[in-house]
């Protein structure tokens, strides 16, 4: 049982180019949630899915877009990137209650300059 | 919509002294109440949470917790800390019912000297 896994850990990227991070779950969770973290800032929900096919913006979307077409993965794209999307980015996953509890990834630590 | 602040943005304390890490929420209606612990370069786990009854929350690794309503808050504490405890603390507060995306605070950066 891994839980939740987060591809790739690291990644630097130039300005302007495109990259998907993947989050995959492997306890049958309904709910995914993508949150960036930022020194000081503690977490901001990005997106956030309630089940296979649905998506939701967060707090914070504006740059990024995600895709749930399996009920186990949920990913984050970023079309263009900006120095502004240098951040450690977080997966979670839960079941379908606000009063359960959520499982997060290691993590992705992205680079853009 | 719920807020929560968490007081300290850092707490330095030595080994095997006690801690107190606060943490308040904006509103009085029914919540779910939960404590997070991120350890240098990994992911956030759960300490603890109170989703109802008694209002003393024990959790893992020594920690506990005490809801109080009237003072909207959930302070975590621990009566003596081990260098092993520093690390991100995030309390987060849902609404039973109500939306199933919790608000986190920012968090409370225990640092534990020897």
């Known amino acids: 049982n891994a839980g939740v896994t987060q591809t790739p850990k690291f990644r630097v990227l130039k300005t302007g180019q495109s990259m998907t991070l993947l989050c995959a779950q492997d306890m049958n969770h309904e709910y995914m949630y993508w949150y960036r973290q930022d020194p000081g800032m503690g977490l901001r929900l990005i997106h956030y899915?309630?089940?296979?096919?649905?998506?939701a913006k967060g707090e914070v979307p504006d740059g990024y877009n995600v895709s749930r077409l399996k009920k186990q993965n949920f990913l984050l794209g970023l079309e263009s990137a900006a120095p502004s999307q240098t951040s450690v980015y977080f997966c979670a996953s839960s079941y379908s209650d606000s009063g359960d509890t959520q499982y997060f990834g290691p993590g992705t630590r992205l680079t853009v300059l | 919509a719920q807020s929560v602040t968490q007081l300290d943005s850092q707490v330095p304390v030595f080994e095997e002294a006690p801690v107190e890490l606060r943490c308040n929420y904006s509103?009085?209606?029914?919540?779910?109440l939960f404590w997070y612990v991120q350890y240098p370069n990994q992911g956030l786990q759960l300490l603890l949470k109170?989703?109802?009854?008694?209002?003393l929350v024990k959790g893992i690794n020594g920690f506990e917790a005490e809801f109080n309503k009237s003072q909207t808050s959930f302070h975590l504490r621990k009566p003596s800390v081990h260098i092993s405890d520093t690390a991100e603390y995030f309390c987060a507060v849902s609404e039973p019912g109500g939306s199933y995306i919790p608000t986190f605070g920012r968090g409370t950066s225990l640092i534990v000297h020897p």
């Open positions: 899915s309630v089940g296979e096919g649905t998506t």
């Open positions: 509103s009085s209606v029914s919540v779910y």
């Open positions: 109170y989703l109802s009854g008694s209002t």
